[in-house]
């Protein structure tokens, strides 16, 4: 575990709080983050941190965070507790795999405010902010049943929690919709960092058929990618756009910026437009949270074709179902 303490604007002997949840109107804000998992991960937990270093540059705030911990609800209860201890005007628990540990510990701390970033809890001083990831994903499913040769597409994942689910069935029942006929290989190998084993199972992905395969992975990406690189195989990155960082092997990127939640939960904050007991959510329709991003060498009618798909999603002609009773492969 690694503890980052405040990066202070002011002393603490400085500081006063009202006894209220938000700082009092001359205080700086004070807000800390749980991140289970690694800041530098080019991935989910790094995009929790750079949201977390948007709420100290744009709403002037104090910060705090501890990364590193282990994704089990015991050591993240523990970790959220220190937190919550220092007396901050929220705590934000980046991924829906601290939902359990957040709703144990916000009860124990009912003068500070928690925001689960792709949670699904709430209380009176709990809400989550959910950045629908499974909408970008329905384009990328719709995308690959476009530009798949093979017929097969498949999809890999790491630790079985629920943004990753909705994400695997949005991807599937975009793949449905334009390509009923595809097969669909997915797992959850149980490890997001793990480069050997993602690249283990993408080569069995490969070997089954699948030319485009969607990884939902963090730091494990590296092993996915060196996979697909050998066996000639696309992929479609998720979060941040991995198309600008190798267009040959990413066909496309499921971005679902989730560093705007945490920054959004903050800026209502200070607004006084915070609630708990809400799960607040950002889709399509804000295009710098969600989109869908496609590789430079996708011809121009499937572009069209998604960009008709995203509008008739954005106007609710099309429902994104993110539910998958399937078979998985077995890590």
Same mark, same amino acid.
């Given at each position: 575990?690694?503890?980052?303490?405040?990066?202070?604007?002011?002393?603490?002997?400085?500081?006063?709080?009202?006894?209220?949840?938000?700082?009092?109107?001359?205080?700086?804000?004070?807000?800390?983050?749980?991140?289970?998992?690694?800041?530098?991960?080019?991935?989910?937990?790094?995009?929790?941190?750079?949201?977390?270093?948007?709420?100290?540059?744009?709403?002037?705030?104090?910060?705090?965070?501890?990364?590193?911990?282990?994704?089990?609800?015991?050591?993240?209860?523990?970790?959220?507790?220190?937190?919550?201890?220092?007396?901050? @005007?929220?705590?934000?628990?980046? *991924?829906?795999?601290?939902?359990?540990?957040?709703?144990?510990?916000? /009860?124990?701390? &009912? +003068? $500070?405010?928690?925001?689960?970033?792709?949670?699904?809890?709430?209380?009176?001083?709990?809400?989550?902010?959910?950045?629908?990831?499974?909408?970008?994903?329905?384009?990328?499913?719709?995308?690959?049943?476009?530009?798949?040769?093979?017929?097969?597409?498949?999809?890999?994942?790491?630790?079985?929690?629920?943004?990753?689910?909705?994400?695997?069935?949005?991807?599937?029942?975009?793949?449905?919709?334009?390509?009923?006929?595809?097969?669909?290989?997915?797992?959850?190998?149980?490890?997001?960092?793990?480069?050997?084993?993602?690249?283990?199972?993408?080569?069995?992905?490969?070997?089954?058929?699948?030319?485009?395969?969607?990884?939902?992975?963090?730091?494990?990406?590296?092993?996915?990618? @060196?996979?697909?690189?050998?066996? *000639?195989?696309?992929?479609?990155?998720?979060?941040?756009?991995?198309? /600008?960082?190798? &267009? +040959? $092997?990413?066909?496309?990127?499921?971005?679902?910026?989730?560093?705007?939640?945490?920054?959004?939960?903050?800026?209502?904050?200070?607004?006084?437009?915070?609630?708990?007991?809400?799960?607040?959510?950002?889709?399509?329709?804000?295009?710098?949270?969600?989109?869908?991003?496609?590789?430079?060498?996708?011809?121009?009618?499937?572009?069209?074709?998604?960009?008709?798909?995203?509008?008739?999603?954005?106007?609710?002609?099309?429902?994104?179902?993110?539910?998958?009773?399937?078979?998985?492969?077995?890590?």
């Amino acid at each position: 575990m690694t503890t980052r303490r405040w990066i202070m604007k002011a002393t603490l002997a400085t500081l006063a709080f009202a006894p209220t949840f938000a700082a009092a109107a001359d205080d700086p804000l004070r807000v800390s983050m749980l991140l289970a998992g690694q800041i530098d991960d080019k991935g989910f937990m790094e995009a929790g941190y750079n949201g977390l270093m948007a709420i100290e540059e744009q709403l002037g705030a104090e910060v705090s965070y501890i990364d590193g911990v282990a994704p089990e609800p015991d050591q993240l209860a523990v970790a959220l507790r220190k937190l919550a201890a220092e007396g901050p @005007d929220m705590v934000i628990a980046h *991924g829906g795999q601290n939902n359990a540990a957040a709703e144990i510990v916000a /009860a124990e701390f &009912p +003068e $500070v405010k928690f925001t689960v970033v792709q949670g699904a809890v709430t209380g009176p001083n709990l809400a989550s902010y959910e950045v629908l990831q499974e909408e970008s994903a329905w384009l990328a499913g719709a995308a690959a049943g476009l530009l798949t040769e093979s017929g097969v597409v498949g999809h890999i994942s790491g630790i079985r929690v629920t943004p990753g689910l909705k994400g695997r069935g949005g991807f599937f029942n975009g793949l449905q919709h334009t390509n009923p006929d595809a097969e669909f290989l997915t797992i959850f190998a149980g490890d997001q960092d793990d480069n050997e084993l993602s690249y283990r199972v993408a080569s069995e992905q490969i070997d089954k058929g699948a030319d485009i395969v969607f990884t939902m992975l963090n730091a494990g990406r590296t092993g996915a990618i @060196d996979a697909m690189r050998e066996k *000639g195989a696309r992929q479609i990155g998720n979060v941040r756009d991995w198309t /600008a960082d190798d &267009p +040959e $092997v990413f066909v496309a990127s499921a971005i679902a910026n989730v560093s705007i939640a945490g920054l959004q939960a903050a800026r209502d904050l200070k607004q006084g437009k915070w609630q708990g007991g809400q799960i607040v959510q950002i889709g399509l329709d804000n295009p710098d949270a969600v989109s869908l991003s496609l590789s430079s060498d996708v011809p121009q009618e499937v572009r069209a074709k998604v960009d008709a798909l995203r509008e008739q999603i954005i106007g609710g002609g099309i429902e994104v179902s993110t539910e998958y009773d399937g078979p998985e492969m077995q890590p």
